[in-house]
């Protein structure tokens, strides 16, 4: 498991965390609606910061940025996991999956909320974490993991 470290997110990682966010979801979107318009894109991205700035975090490997996460505490008490995207020469060295485990940890007193798009195959991660359904958007499925 690559080691990384998380820091709060900083107006001069903008760009990184879109393109970060770009790349994990683009194909999503293009299936789901149909193409990927860049400057709806931009516009949703920046209302989605201005909500998410001071939970948001950096993903660092030896300095390096690597990835984006977020997450909420929403108004039921419950928390949720928000993003969690990890640039493609990162992918698959187990670093979402620690971050997600860590999360899982440091929230267990609280009933935690995933969502994710339905053609990504991350569910099958979550079941195994203890997730299970808890409703569905014509795009997304919900998941809860309760405390």
């Not at 965390?17 to 400057?39: L, R, T």
């Not at 640039?87 to 979402?96: A, T």
């Not at 203890?130 to 409703?135: A, S």
Request: glycine share 6%; charged share 35%.
């Amino acid at each position: 498991m690559e080691k990384y470290k998380m820091e709060p997110y900083k107006e001069e990682y903008y760009d990184f965390v879109y393109e970060a966010k770009k790349n994990a979801y683009q194909k999503y979107v293009e299936e789901c609606w149909g193409s990927w318009k860049e400057e709806e894109q931009k516009e949703y991205f920046k209302k989605f910061m201005k909500t998410y700035q001071n939970s948001s975090y950096i993903i660092k490997v030896e300095n390096k940025p690597v990835g984006f996460y977020n997450d909420s505490e929403l108004e039921d008490g419950s928390y949720e996991i928000g993003n969690i995207c990890i640039i493609p020469e990162y992918r698959g060295r187990g670093i979402g999956t620690s971050i997600l485990k860590e999360k899982l940890e440091e929230h267990k007193d609280q009933n935690i909320r995933i969502q994710f798009f339905k053609q990504n195959p991350v569910g099958e991660l979550y079941k195994r974490l203890g997730f299970i359904p808890d409703g569905e958007t014509e795009f997304h499925y919900q998941m809860i993991k309760l405390k």
